[in-house]
């Protein structure tokens, strides 16, 4: 990853309009140094912005947050945020859901693209307060083949077995065992 003060590094004007696309350098950058955690991407977003940002954003750090939901409160940071171009519904993202269930995941890229394909509908609609966290959660887990989404959750549940039965397993933690299971 490049310092902060490298030619290569990315840098967020402050204006609502380039928040996407820094975001979108960072997460691309972690990617391409082997860093796919999405908790770990929003730490280095807010570590390459200037001080006169860095102390605005730094309460946005939680240990258990998300990319989508970190982009999410982000984005709310400024008033006037724009949407991106691309107009979600939900009707969107449940269309992405079905159609993933029928895709299997067997690999870390297959993994890799539904959370990406999945964050980017979802950030839209939980910036446009369309959707709520519990929704994402429980929609995330749903785009994940019957087999693997009972072997997703049998690890879960064992991992908590303190955890009421109707909770949403957050998106962070489904990945995570998604991945210890490829």
């Not at 950058?29 to 940002?53: H, N, P, Q, S, T």
């Not at 969107?92 to 895709?103: F, T």
């Not at 929704?135 to 997703?152: A, N, P, S, T």
Request: charged share 35%; net charge negative; with cysteine.
């Amino acid at each position: 990853m490049p310092q902060r003060q490298d030619r290569d590094a990315p840098r967020f004007s402050g204006h609502p309009d380039d928040l996407i696309w820094y975001l979108e350098d960072v997460r691309a950058l972690c990617m391409e140094a082997g860093c796919f955690e999405d908790r770990v991407w929003a730490r280095w977003a807010i570590w390459y912005l200037g001080i006169d940002k860095f102390e605005r954003w730094r309460s946005l750090l939680h240990a258990e947050r998300d990319w989508a939901d970190f982009v999410t409160d982000a984005s709310r940071l400024y008033l006037q945020f724009r949407s991106p171009p691309a107009w979600y519904s939900k009707y969107d993202l449940y269309d992405l859901v079905d159609e993933q269930k029928k895709v299997k995941i067997d690999s870390f890229e297959a993994l890799l693209d539904y959370r990406l394909c999945f964050t980017k509908v979802a950030m839209h609609l939980r910036v446009t307060n369309q959707l709520s966290s519990i929704e994402k959660d429980d929609l995330y887990l749903e785009g994940f083949d019957q087999g693997f989404r009972r072997e997703i959750l049998q690890r879960l549940e064992w991992n908590d077995r303190r955890r009421y039965a109707d909770d949403p397993w957050p998106t962070c933690q489904v990945t995570r065992e998604a991945e210890g299971l490829l």
